[in-house]
């Protein structure tokens, strides 16, 4: 089909007082050739979308640019239903009018380069053809306890069919073992019974959920939609098709017997904050050591926990539930006394009364301090502890000494899903074994497509947040079966309606795609061919920055599409003294910045132009080397920061680019070309002042480099 092309200029919100206007017509019907171009005073306002719409019905246009604000406002206002048009919006506003020098020279090359750039990329692109199945929209919600039964119970409330899967013979995980719970009700000031065994009712009761008891999961194949899972209860066999998965397979409490330090082994009189639960329930308080009375109990914090050689994390709930079972202690019996000793007191948010009513009585005593030593004298316990609020080293005589040992997630040495994944059986964890992905802005997310973490296994959390995760992680499955239904992916390109293509009559099978896709959309036959699954596919074009056959396209984002992009900018002869520079910035962190900074009225050089990417990850080095061989002086890549404390939306885009960067230095030799030329930048979404700077110092750099020997060729 032929590509007919309009642009819609907006002159409104300073655009035609900074840039000649007419002269971006006639870059467009000149040199491209486009035979609609209309400007209008406010493009956003009904009048504007109506002439629009008007335009691309009578004229037939497919192709549209809409040279206005920035791409991420106003998007409804600028979403035309119609599925054979392909639109690029250009922010001719914030890249240009906003940052540059009104009525330049150079402000006015800038602002035609940007219009010459977005009619080639929609010229080189097309409208999506989403990848579409009949999907099944069953759940899977692994993990019958606390967190998993109220998933389950949200997501049939919804309407959707349920298979709620637990290993034990009976629901209600760690619950069950509670004597009392942490309040989750105002006035939050008293401990609460627990309600699991109505909850556990209510799920039984549910024609929604099947409750699969003393069943595992034996394998899981597919993608989402069409996640084929075999279940094993016994010697029967079962297997069911669902569309996403909630894992909700809980916690465990931190070894005890790593932590002899702190008494654990060499007294039975030292326990843990678990096995006191367990008496408080049996209503059986007495020294394990000789069956005697308990009127001295010392609580000691963090028993194990932000300790480098144990639990470098906190277990944020244990501080809470040591003063529930001091005021339990105290309710059962008032000559008991109860001593915590912590690190730190945390209980933040709505448990702070709760904290204040155990402040309020007499009988329990609490102090920062660093405990020493837990040794026996006699038939107890003393426990030394120094740096303490009162400023003297304290020795506390106990009946029982208890430790709050932390949560550790199940997920950790254990294989839950068993995914047929050729990057792995499960979801991939951080470096504390909690399912990993952009903990910033995705909390529920993992790096498996419609597969969500809820509950103290996705991080540390007490009963009243694992209720409202619960509900979370229910609802971004349900928002992802709708969204795979209709062919279009889930965060952070949400509604993206595009997916891989693979041109396979030219792999070399050289794995590269398979083993750097961040979310194991790729698996791959005996040979190494890769075998797409568009449907666990986040469309972050990883994979199509890896393959240096360059046979991975989507259809409004392709390496030719792009390097025509770059090679649309006129590079201006050396004797001009007009440097060109490349930004390929991440369209995640860094542009929005680049939007910060512009709103902010952050002047930019305008020898720079910017070309967003979907992730630094999807940067192939084609595009360097074409840049440079078109005669621009540098290529700057602006992204996601990554590391330990990662912000990086694609899990490792930023990481895979830096990586490349090898890659890059081999054609800057192959160029004979200075390394200096390219660099790579990360910044978070919060540092939008450092934008200008890093822009300033690298065209610095490009000067003292000097010109680009390929700008006149």
């Known amino acids: 089909m032929d590509t007919t092309v309009g642009v819609f200029l907006c002159t409104g919100c300073g655009i035609d007082e900074a840039m000649d206007c007419e002269a971006l017509k006639k870059v467009a019907e000149s ?11 406010k493009l956003c306002n009904p009048d504007g979308v109506e002439l629009i719409k008007k335009e691309i019905s009578e004229q037939g246009l497919n192709r549209v640019v809409i040279a206005a604000c920035s791409p991420r406002v106003k998007t ?32 006015d090359m800038l602002a035609q380069d940007y219009i010459r750039m977005s009619i080639v990329k929609v010229q080189k692109g097309a409208p999506p053809e989403p990848f579409k199945e009949e999907i099944s929209k069953d759940m899977l919600v692994v993990g019958g306890g606390w967190t998993g039964m109220h998933s389950a119970l949200d997501l049939a409330s919804a309407g959707y069919k349920v ?38 009712g209510k799920v039984q ?17 597919g993608q989402p939609g069409l996640l084929d899972t075999d279940l094993k209860s016994g010697s029967e066999e079962k297997h069911v098709r669902v569309g996403a998965i909630v894992s909700a397979v809980g916690y465990r409490p931190y070894d005890p017997a790593k932590l002899a330090h702190l008494g654990y082994g060499t007294s039975p009189d030292v326990i843990t904050n678990v096995d006191m639960e367990k008496m408080l329930k049996q209503d059986s308080l007495k020294k394990p050591s000789d069956n005697g009375s308990v009127k001295k109990v010392v609580f000691i914090q963090c028993a194990g926990s932000r300790d480098p050689d144990h639990l470098p994390y906190c277990s944020g709930v244990c501080c809470a539930e040591t003063l529930k079972q001091a005021r339990m202690l105290r309710d059962a019996d008032k000559d008991i006394k109860a001593f915590i000793l912590y690190r730190d007191m945390r209980t933040p948010g709505l448990l702070e009364d709760f904290y204040k009513s155990a402040q309020d009585d007499p009988g329990i005593f609490l102090t920062k301090a660093d405990v020493k030593e837990v040794k026996s004298e006699g038939n107890n316990l003393v426990v030394a502890a120094e740096n303490t609020l009162l400023g003297q080293d304290l020795e506390l005589e106990a009946d029982i000494v208890v430790l709050a040992t932390g949560m550790v997630p199940n997920t950790l040495d254990n294989e839950v899903l068993k995914l047929n994944y050729r990057q792995g059986p499960d979801m991939p964890v951080d470096r504390y074994g909690f399912p990993d992905s952009n903990y910033v802005c995705f909390p529920y997310e993992t790096q498996r497509t419609a597969m969500y973490a809820a509950g103290p296994v996705r991080q540390p959390m007490d009963a009243y947040q694992s209720r409202v995760d619960a509900s979370g992680a229910a609802l971004k499955a349900i928002q992802a079966v709708e969204e795979i239904s209709r062919g279009a992916a889930v965060h952070p390109r949400a509604g993206d309606l595009t997916f891989p293509e ?20 790729l698996n791959e036959d005996e040979k190494g061919t890769p075998q797409p699954n568009p449907n666990r596919c986040r469309r972050c074009g990883v994979c199509m920055g890896a393959c240096p056959e360059r046979i991975i396209s989507f259809k409004n984002y392709h390496v030719d599409q792009i390097v025509s992009m770059i090679k649309a900018v006129e590079i201006p002869e050396e004797d001009e003294e007009k440097p060109r520079a490349l930004c390929l910035i991440c369209e995640n962190d860094a542009y929005p910045s680049l939007d910060i900074a512009a709103l902010n009225k952050q002047k930019l050089n305008p020898y720079m132009r910017f070309l967003p990417v979907r992730c630094l990850g999807s940067v192939n080095v084609v595009f360097i080397a074409d840049a440079l061989s078109a005669g621009y002086d540098g290529v700057l890549l602006l992204g996601c920061k990554h590391g330990d404390d990662y912000q990086c939306h694609f899990i490792k885009g930023s990481e895979l680019a830096t990586k490349r960067m090898e890659n890059v230095q081999e054609a800057l030799q192959r160029l004979v070309l200075e390394s200096e030329r390219v660099r790579i930048e990360e910044l978070a979404l919060s540092e939008w002042r450092r934008i200008p700077k890093i822009v300033d110092e690298f065209m610095e750099t490009l000067e003292e480099v000097g010109p680009n020997p390929y700008k006149d060729m």
Not at 171 to 199: F, S
């Open 31 to 41: 040199e491209y050739k486009v035979k609609c171009f209309h400007s209008h005073k």
């Open 76 to 107: 409804e206002v600028f979403h035309f239903d119609s599925p054979e048009v392909f639109q690029d919006r250009l922010g001719l506003r914030e890249l240009v009018a906003w940052t540059g020098e009104p009525k330049h020279e150079d402000t």
């Open 163 to 200: 298979h709620l899967v637990e290993k034990d013979d009976k629901l209600g995980g760690n619950a069950l073992n509670l004597a009392k719970r942490v309040p989750m009700n105002p006035p939050r000031r008293e401990p609460e019974e627990p309600d699991i065994e109505d909850l556990i």
């Open 205 to 221: 009761a549910d024609a929604n959920i099947d409750v699969h008891l003393a069943t595992e999961i034996q394998r899981i194949n």
């Open 502 to 521: 693979f041109f396979l009559q030219r792999c070399t099978q050289c794995k590269r795609c398979t083993e750097e896709c961040p979310f194991g959309a």
